[in-house]
């Protein structure tokens, strides 16, 4: 016969905290010394990306040539390195228990790969004629990625500072 529990009893038994022993376990597993190679990387396609835009934006108003050619070093790297950076989070995310089971973790990782693309997007579409390129298309690319940076970023943020993903646990657990 099937045992029938109190509503109680079953809202005790749903508790995820209880279900999954290991889901404090959010420290880095990418990490050199304790510090996440992915906090440390992601800090180059954040300001990399921002700085696509200022190039586009300082091209509209110069008209100088060399600010194009900034802005096909800066979105290129900002993509490539964002490939790196997304694949040391990629990991994170697979192979620590507490990290893969937050909701909250795969947000993020829905919102690096839209940005990712973007980054992708920016950067393929200045390879033909990186100067015809810029305006008005390259501009608004520019400007979508470094809004998308800014969402991804904050999120990121979001994860380690209230969430506390990627952090050692404390000496009480
Ligand atoms: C593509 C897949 C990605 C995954 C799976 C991912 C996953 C993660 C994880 C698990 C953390 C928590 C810290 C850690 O464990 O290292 C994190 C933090 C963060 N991520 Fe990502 N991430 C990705 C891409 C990106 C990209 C492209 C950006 C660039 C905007 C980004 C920005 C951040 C930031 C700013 C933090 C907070 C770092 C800190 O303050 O310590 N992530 N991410």
Avoid at 26 to 55: D, N, Q, R
Avoid at 145 to 170: C, E, N, P, S
């Amino acid at each position: 016969m099937r045992q029938k529990y109190t509503w109680k009893q079953r809202r005790r038994l749903s508790d995820p905290i209880e279900e999954h022993a290991a889901f404090g376990d959010t420290e880095s597993k990418v990490a050199l010394s304790g510090h996440p190679l992915h906090a440390m990387m992601v800090a180059f396609p954040i300001s990399l990306a921002v700085c696509t835009l200022g190039a586009d934006a300082m091209y509209w108003f110069s008209a100088e040539e060399f600010w194009p050619r900034v802005a096909l070093w800066t979105s290129g790297l900002a993509f490539l390195i964002g490939i790196v950076a997304g694949a040391t989070g990629t990991v994170e995310l697979l192979i620590a228990p507490g990290i893969r089971i937050r909701s909250a973790s795969w947000t993020h990782f829905i919102l690096a790969v839209m940005l990712l693309s973007v980054l992708g997007l920016n950067w393929g579409f200045r390879l033909p004629d990186h100067v015809a390129a810029v305006l008005p298309f390259g501009l608004l690319i520019s400007a979508l990625a470094a809004v998308m940076t800014g969402i991804t970023g904050w999120h990121g943020g979001k994860l380690v500072f209230d969430y506390r993903i990627g952090t050692q646990a404390g000496p009480e657990g």
